[in-house]
């Protein structure tokens, strides 16, 4: 699994790009690609779960347009080894 984090400053940009990227945050998870995301809970960034390869994630983060929409920053992305959980 893979873990990536964004960071957000407040943009219209950012928030005129949210509806389009949410819907495909929807298909990936019902897809299973997704296993969960949300946004802080002070909206200062995300957190996405990925069951997928580094190659998968980085072939959807090219597809999706909101990663280089301004106002968004990928943090970073890291492997996740849960002990429990999905």
């Not at 389009?20 to 809970?41: F, M, N, S, T």
């Not at 995300?46 to 943090?75: I, K, Q």
């Amino acid at each position: 699994m893979l873990v990536l984090e964004l960071s957000f400053s407040p943009t219209p940009d950012r928030l005129a790009a949210r509806p389009a990227h949410r819907e495909r945050l929807a298909r990936l998870h019902r897809d299973k690609v997704l296993l969960a995301a949300g946004p802080w809970a002070d909206d200062s960034g995300a957190l996405l779960v990925f069951d997928a390869t580094r190659d998968r994630l980085d072939a959807l983060l090219a597809d999706d347009p909101y990663y280089r929409t301004p106002g968004v920053r990928v943090v970073g992305v890291r492997e996740w080894s849960p002990v429990v959980g999905p």
